[in-house]
C-alpha cells in the first residue's frame, strides 16, 4: 500500500510540474488576404489556434471590404446601418485619426481607391472629371454614429477599412492572449506587429523591418532589425501595390485632398506606438503626407508618443530619417 500511495504521489507531481513547463508555441495561417504568426510563451497544453482562427472569421464577418455579407459591406451597399463593436472601435479610431491629421487618413476614401482598381469594385477608366465627382463623397465628416446605428450623408458614400483593420486584428489577437494569462507573446498578420514580454530564454521579442528595395523588381526586403517590446510596429509602402498605366505608375496609397495617388518622396513609412492600430493608421497618414510634413507632424503631436524609421528619395539618392527612441532599439543589423 505504502508502494502504490508513493506511485500515485510521484505521479501526480509529475503531473503538476509538467503543467508547470512552459513552452515556446507557435501558430500560423491564412488571414485576411495574407498569413498571420503567432508566437507565445505558456504552458505546453496552450494551443488557441482554433478560437484565434474563429476571433478572425468573425472579425471579416464586421469589416472586410471582401466578404460580400460582412458588416461594411452591406453598409456600403446601404442594406444595413447597424454595426458591432469591431466596426465601432475601428471607426472611432478613424475618425480621430482624421482629425489630427487633417483628414489626410480618411477611411471614406473607397470610391476613390475603386475607381483606380485597388478596392472591392473593377477598376474604371479614370479622368479627371470623375475624380472631381467621386472626391464629393469622400471626407470623414460624412458619416456618424449614433449608438450602434451609422449614419451616411450620402447613401453613395462608402468605407474602406484596409488601412487600418490589420493592425487593429493585431491588436484584438494580442488582447485574446492576456485574456488567457499569456503575456509574453509576438503576434504579426501581414507584417503587422504587436510584442510583449520577451522570448522564453529571456532575449527581447527581435523583428524583421519591410523596406523597399532599390532595385524595382526585388519590391521589399528585410534589412533592418528592432527590438520589440511592449509596443506595436506598422510599415506602409508604395512599393508592394502599385501598376503602371500610359507611362505613369499609379499607387494603392490615395491622398483623400486630391483624390490622386500620393506624390512625394517618401518610399516607406515603419511607425511603432502603443498599439497595432494606431501604428497601422498613422503609416499610411505618413506616406500621405511625405518627410517634411510628417516630421512636422511628429514635432506638434509628440503627446502621440509615436516613432518612425522613413526611407525617402532625395534627388536620387535614397536617404532614412530615425527618431531617437526608434533608433535606441535598432541593433546594427547592415
Known sequence: MKFIL???????TFINCNRGIRNTIKISGPAQGTSYTITYVAGANANYRTAIDSILQTIDASLSTYQSQSIISRINRNEIA???AYFTDVLQKSIDVSEKTDGLFDV??????????????????????????LRRLVGYQKVRLVGSTLV????????DFNAIAQGY?????????ESKGIHHYLVE??????AKGKKLDGSPWTVGIQEPDENPADGATLNRTIALQDKALATSGNYKK???ENGKKFS?????????PAKNNLLSATVVADDCMTADAYATAFMVMGVEAAKQFLAAHKDLQLEVLFIYDDQGTWKTYISENFQRNMPDSR
Open 169 to 177: 486584428t493585431v491588436d484584438i489577437l494580442a488582447a485574446f492572449l
Open 108 to 133: 471614406t476614401v473607397a470610391p476613390l481607391v475603386n475607381a483606380y482598381g485597388f478596392g472591392f469594385t473593377k477598376k474604371s477608366t479614370v479622368d479627371s472629371m470623375m475624380i472631381d465627382s
Open 189 to 194: 498578420l501581414g507584417g503587422e506587429l504587436r
Open 252 to 260: 494603392h496609397i490615395i491622398n483623400p485632398h486630391t483624390g490622386y
Open 6 to 12: 508513493l506511485s500515485i504521489i510521484t505521479l501526480f
Open 152 to 159: 451616411k450623408e450620402s447613401p453613395r458614400v462608402m468605407l
Open 242 to 244: 502599385f501598376y503602371v
Open 82 to 84: 447597424t454595426v458591432d
